[in-house]
T-cell receptor
């Protein structure tokens, strides 16, 4: 799977949009971008994923650049409960890779009042 | 719909013992994966099961093993426990091998 690079940490203000960047310059054509978050001592929570089109669900929006070398997760109105470590993962959904996720260090997001 | 259920939530074992952890996937999910999380190494993939067969394995010693039953429930076993096996063990399930995975709350294992 392609490697991802994320900032180690970032702060954002409650009620404002939080924009979390991720670089994945070696991503290949059949690799998807996945985002998970992990609130302290809990299991990771699936947020969203996409291949090349922008995606939106009730939790967040995922913007993938046209060349697919980077993406941004957007939390539209951050709340204190969004404080967590956010993981950007590139996942090959081919037969060999199957259901294996390779986690990096993630971005520690602190939402401040 | 119930989420992924892992039991027990907490466990304390002595070095040299063995331990079995259990994971019940979301109803209808047939793929189960296991991960180990430690402060030093982060989240690391252990293995993946689908249709009662191990499909993928991470870089862990043979002391770590698992299995999946016909109802998709899965267990992982760690034999001859070492202090370094202290970790949060997470199970994730998905409908099949190619869809998003949902994690349980984990089992926190402490080896003393």
């Amino acid at each position: 799977d392609a490697k991802t690079t994320q900032p180690t940490s970032m702060d954002c203000a409650e009620g404002r949009a939080a924009n979390l960047p991720c670089n994945h310059s070696t991503i290949s054509g059949n690799e998807y971008v996945y985002w998970y978050r992990q609130i302290h001592s809990q299991g990771p929570q699936y947020i969203i994923h996409g291949l090349k089109n922008n995606e939106t669900n009730e939790m967040a929006s995922l913007i993938i650049t046209e060349d697919r070398k980077s993406s941004t997760l957007i939390l539209p109105h951050a709340t204190l409960r969004d404080t967590a470590v956010y993981y950007c993962i590139v996942r090959d959904q081919g037969k060999a890779a199957g259901n294996k996720l390779t986690f990096g260090g993630g971005t520690r997001v602190l939402v401040k009042p | 719909k119930a989420g992924v259920t892992q039991t027990p939530r907490y466990l304390i074992k002595t070095r040299g013992q063995q331990v079995t952890l259990s994971c019940s996937p979301i109803s209808g999910h047939r793929s189960v994966s296991w991960y180990q999380q430690t402060p030093g190494q982060g989240l690391q993939f252990l293995f993946e099961y689908f249709s009662e067969t191990q499909r993928n394995k991470g870089n862990f010693p043979g002391r770590f093993s698992g299995r999946q039953f016909s109802n998709s429930r899965s267990e992982m076993n760690v034999s001859t426990l070492e202090l370094g096996d202290s970790a949060l063990y997470l199970c994730a399930s998905s409908v099949d091998r190619y869809t998003e995975a949902f994690f349980g709350q984990g089992t926190r294992l402490t080896v003393v």
